[in-house]
Every structure is written in C-alpha cells, then in structure tokens.
C-alpha cells in the first residue's frame, strides 16, 4: 500500500512539474501554440490526394527569348566604324560545344588524308619464281623465291595500301559546329567584321606587316586570319610572303579548325553571310508535307 501510495504521488507530482513548465515559463507560453499548429498541420491528410486527376495542371516555362545581336562593321585597314549589322542569336550567340567541335576537326582531318600510302607483296615484285636453296641439306632456313618478304627487295608484308580515310558525320551537326566556332569567336571578342572588298595597295609585305602591327593583329598578339569573299591578289600574295603575320583564305577554303586556331578573325560581311546561309540546315524546322 505504501508503496502504491509513493507511485501515485510520484505520478502526480510529474504531472504537476510538467504543467508548471509548460505554462509557467513565459517562452513556451509563446511556443505552445505554433507547436500545437504546426503537429495539427502534419497530422492533417493532405487534399491534394484526393483531387480528382483532372484538376492536376501542368504548364511548362517558356524558353527564354535571346535578343538579336548588333555587330560593328569597320572599314578596312582604317578600321574606323561605319555601321551596325543584326544577326540572329542562333548564329553568332550559341554556347561552346567542345564535344562537337572535336568531331567536326577530326572529320576535316579524315578528309583531307590522301591514303595513297602503297606497298608491293610478293606477287606484285617482279623477279622469277624460283626456289633459291634446297628446301633440305643446306642446314639454313626454309626459304622460298627471291621475292619472299624476309628477303631485301622482296615482297612486304602486311604493308600499307591505297584506302579512304575519311570519316562521316550528319550534316546538321557539322552546321551546328560552323555557328558554334563563329559564337566562340564571337563572344570573346575576337570575330572582327568588316566592309567588302578587302584589299591593301600594293603587294608588299612591309604595307600588310603595318596594318598588322597598328591594329595588334600581328605575330606578337597571336596572328590572324583574313576571309574574303573572292580572291584578292594584293592582300594575298603579301600574306603568302609575311606568313608570321597571319594568313589570308578565301571563304571556299575555310573550314572549322582554321576559324579555331588563330589568335582572331577578319572576315568580310559577305563572307560571313555567306557561311551562315550554307551552315543553318538544322535550323530549318518545317516540315514538308504531302500533296494531294
């Protein structure tokens, strides 16, 4: 008994001190009832379950809106600035792919391989098919004509021969490369655009080695490369001797890892138009439909 009465008063005495400290202590009189909010909160079944599924709406963001860009166009070799020209985002703004980049300079590679490389086996070496020594008695190796492939001047084995060595790679993920080297460019600041018809006086490598120099365009900032639209024979022939300055290519001659390797580019707008023009087949979203 006495020890039912200790655990009574015991029990009691615990409910005491925990109402005490609950309404007695003025910071969870304050706490109490965000507590007994927030418990309520989770303890609630969520409606949202019980919403038939066509309530439920799904709306999807719209793609962000990039601007057109404006470029400067400068005249040459003065490069004052004379107008501005508008080009789409989707040209000369893409972000850098080095995935595609890559695949696009090793699928120029390829191209340009000639693979004549071209061996002679032993039946193209000309010479008699005769057997050079017994094949027994002599106490050397076997050994058969003249043209065998352990022999000087005989046959080789397992040799090169003429073979293609290019690669193939989709035509739309070319282009995209084309404007993705051109917004790299772009973007740092190294893609110059300038007016038609680029040509110096005379075709003198100390007038083209000026131009360089003044405009930082020279060896000591890298170099730089020079697309014209036609074949200019001043500008080029000058080029050809004072090639640590730079280079000058028409736009037929350009591809992607010229655009890459040089400090920057000096391009005519012509040229430049006209690159974008025949590397924008992926950006051609219609749909050819059927004719009845």
Avoid at 90 to 96: R, S, T
Avoid at 132 to 148: E, F, I, W
Avoid at 241 to 266: C, H, P
Wanted: net charge positive.
């Amino acid at each position: 008994m006495a020890s039912h009465g200790l655990r009574c008063s015991s029990q009691t005495f615990r409910k005491q001190a925990t109402h005490v400290t609950i309404f007695g202590d003025p910071l969870m009189q304050c706490l109490t009832p965000h507590l007994a909010r927030s418990m309520a909160t989770e303890m609630e079944p969520s409606a949202v379950n019980h919403l038939p599924p066509s309530t439920y709406s799904y709306t999807r963001r719209p793609a962000p809106v990039v601007p057109d860009l404006l470029a400067t166009v400068y005249k040459f070799p003065t490069m004052e600035p004379t107008r501005f020209v508008q080009y789409s985002a989707k040209h000369l703004y893409l972000p850098l792919r080095r995935d595609i980049l890559h695949r696009a300079v090793i699928f120029e590679g390829d191209a340009t391989r000639k693979g004549t490389a071209s061996t002679k086996w032993r039946g193209d070496v000309h010479g008699s098919g005769r057997k050079v020594r017994p094949q027994k008695g002599t106490g050397n190796a076997r050994l058969g004509d003249k043209k065998s492939p352990m022999l000087k001047g005989g046959g080789v084995a397992f040799g090169p021969h003429p073979r293609d060595f290019s690669t193939k790679l989709p035509r739309k993920m070319y282009d995209l490369a084309w404007r993705t080297a051109l917004s790299y460019r772009y973007r740092r600041g190294e893609l110059i655009l300038v007016e038609d018809d680029v040509d110096i006086e005379m075709a003198e490598p100390r007038w083209i080695t000026k131009i360089m120099e003044r405009n930082h365009w020279g060896n000591s900032d890298g170099r730089s490369l020079i697309i014209t639209k036609e074949w200019k024979q001043n500008l080029f022939e000058a080029l050809a001797i004072a090639g640590s300055e730079g280079r000058a290519k028409t736009q037929a001659d350009v591809d992607v890892k010229d655009i890459l390797e040089l400090g920057r580019i000096i391009i005519e707008k012509r040229a430049l138009d006209s690159i974008l023009k025949s590397h924008s087949s992926d950006l051609d979203r219609t749909v050819p439909s059927a004719i009845y």
